[in-house]
């Protein structure tokens, strides 16, 4: 299945299910872990970073796309999908050195990095640690606002109960294989789990609860709390999903009120994984998001590297 030819000449955008990812796949041994990555395309990069018990996968259906003018580097956090486990406690900023140190190996000097829910938090971890090495952040149903202690509370019980029933393996595949299962499991994750195709199931419910969810939780709070958005000062997009019952959208506009530089899209009918849920308009967003803010950013790096006359 391949996409309609877009405009402006450009190629058409082949569907995640007719491209071989199978060489794009790599590992490197980052500090004493091996971590899993894709990298795939050319042209400026943009980093993703999945969320809370996922893996790169979840960014199947946006790779494509983005891929067609950058370089995307979709990473296996420590402890997810098939990278080894940071040991404990495994704070927000360790992923994010983790990360900007794979970039380092991968001749990266700076990056868009994309992250959804957990993953956001890494992206902006990531811009505390090195602001120059990341140009840009979109933040997907992200982390970014205090909870309350009852909120995060729920949400580590779910996620501990969530991890020591998806160590099974038959758990796991029927996750990929059913529908029923997924739509009863999934709820939080998208509004209507039909949203996920057979397909992306599949590829994405084998590595799904890895053990490094159950730690993330408590560190992700200690990074909301660390956390003052008036200090991230790179151009921010956010989108939202109008029914995310793990990351309300009042968080989002709590952000966006605080942000200096942020732009915000709240996708209606959908959950907490928009860029699953509605991929195609994620795209769009995403892209013309990059092509506004990556000439600005580059035109400020000449003029910083310009010598005086």
């Not at 004493?32 to 990298?39: I, P, S, T």
């Not at 602001?131 to 949400?155: H, K, Q, W, Y």
Request: glycine share 6%; hydrophobic share 45%.
């Amino acid at each position: 299945m391949v996409t309609s030819s877009p405009p402006g000449g450009q190629k058409a955008v082949p569907h995640w299910t007719d491209i071989d990812w199978a060489p794009s796949i790599a590992s490197r041994v980052i500090n004493g872990l091996r971590l899993q990555y894709l990298d795939y395309g050319a042209g400026p990069a943009v980093v993703l970073l999945h969320g809370m018990a996922s893996s790169w996968q979840w960014w199947l259906e946006n790779i494509p796309a983005l891929a067609q003018q950058h370089r995307v580097i979709a990473v296996d956090l420590p402890g997810f999908g098939q990278s080894d486990p940071l040991p404990a406690p495994a704070e927000m900023a360790t992923h994010a050195r983790t990360v900007l140190d794979l970039l380092t190996e991968l001749g990266i000097e700076s990056a868009t990095v994309s992250g959804h829910s957990m993953g956001g938090l890494v992206a902006i971890e990531m811009f505390k640690a090195d602001p120059r090495r990341t140009s840009n952040l979109i933040l997907v149903d992200s982390g970014g606002v205090p909870m309350s202690e009852r909120r995060l509370a729920v949400i580590l019980v779910v996620l501990r109960l969530c991890s020591a029933f998806l160590r099974r393996r038959f758990v796991r595949h029927a996750l990929a294989t059913r529908m029923w299962v997924r739509q009863i499991a999934l709820r939080a994750a998208f509004r209507d789990p039909r949203a996920m195709s057979p397909e992306l199931a599949a590829m994405t419910m084998p590595a799904f609860g890895g053990p490094g969810s159950v730690d993330a939780i408590p560190a992700a709070a200690r990074s909301v709390h660390a956390t003052v958005p008036e200090s991230i000062t790179c151009p921010v997009l956010l989108v939202w999903g109008e029914h995310d019952v793990v990351v309300p959208p009042s968080c989002a506009h709590q952000m966006h009120d605080k942000l200096p530089d942020c732009e915000l899209a709240v996708f209606s009918g959908v959950g907490h994984s928009p860029m699953v849920e509605l991929p195609d308009r994620f795209n769009d967003l995403a892209l013309n998001f990059l092509a506004a803010h990556e000439t600005a950013f580059q035109e400020a790096a000449v003029r910083d590297t310009k010598c005086p006359s």
